[in-house]
T-cell receptor, first 114, second 110 residues
Framework: DAGVIQSPRHEVTEMGQEVTLRCKPI?????LFWYRQTMMRGLELLIY????????DSGMPEDRFSAKMPNASFSTLKIQPSEPRDSAVYFC????????????FGDGTRLSIL | EDQVTQSPEALRLQEGESSSLNCSYT??????LFWYRQDPGKGPEFLFT???AGEEKEKERLKATLTKKESFLHITAPKPEDSATYLC???????????FGSGTQLTVLP
């Protein structure tokens, strides 16, 4: 089975530009998560969706960040405008039905804001 | 506030030299704990779920155990391909909200 698919794998852009990260979860999974990973702060949960509905966005750093899940097989994380401090690896993960299912991660998008 | 602490931060072993990684947690009402392996440039890969004290899970050279305060990942006769960062993550209410440790970077030298 295909795992979680993220695109692009790498993104380099200039400060102030809009950045859109994409994620396709594992088919049949009903929860989707966006994380950010940095050396200083480790893995941080930004937002998660259950059945395409945002449940907890308390980890979204500020209004420049937004996430959508228009259907069960696609989600986006958008940063507008981007800033150098947004540079990090962004991971998408998905999990199946049930409160104890493990999350399965994609290989991430390495984002560099110049 | 829930906390998960992993030690050591980094560990270098010779091939065949067994050891253990520690994951201590202060999570109110722990429901479960996950172990993940993360290779450079990749996302965390799920290894094990542990639900209750005394539980053990094994996969190849890895064995994970759980007590009421901590979890251990035992690595028996490791090989260079076991080199990775190992992460643990605990949850209380739901596995949708995990508290991650900062990881142990394991290097196994040939």
């Amino acid at each position: 089975d295909a795992g979680v698919i993220q695109s692009p794998r790498h993104e380099v852009t200039e400060m102030g530009q809009e950045v859109t990260l994409r994620c396709k979860p594992i088919s049949g999974h009903n929860s989707l998560f966006w994380y950010r990973q940095t050396m200083m702060r480790g893995l941080e949960l930004l937002i998660y969706f259950n059945n395409n509905v945002p449940i907890d966005d308390s980890g979204m750093p500020e209004d420049r960040f937004s996430a959508k899940m228009p259907n069960a097989s696609f989600s986006t994380l958008k940063i507008q405008p981007s800033e150098p401090r947004d540079s990090a690896v962004y991971f998408c993960a998905s999990s199946g039905t049930g409160g104890s299912q493990p999350q399965h991660f994609g290989d991430g998008t390495r984002l560099s804001i110049l | 506030e829930d906390q998960v602490t992993q030690s050591p931060e980094a560990l270098r072993l010779q091939e065949g030299e067994s050891s253990s990684l520690n994951c201590s947690y202060t999570v109110s009402g722990l429901r479960g704990l996950f172990w993940y392996r993360q290779d450079p440039g990749k996302g965390p890969e799920f290894l094990f779920t542990l639900y209750s004290a005394g539980e053990e899970k094994e996969k190849e050279r890895l064995k994970a155990t759980l007590t009421k305060k901590e979890s251990f990942l035992h690595i028996t006769a490791p090989k260079p391909e076991d080199s990775a960062t190992y992460l643990c993550a605990a949850f209380s209410g739901s596995a949708r909200q995990l508290t991650f440790g900062s990881g142990t970077q394991l290097t196994v030298l040939p």
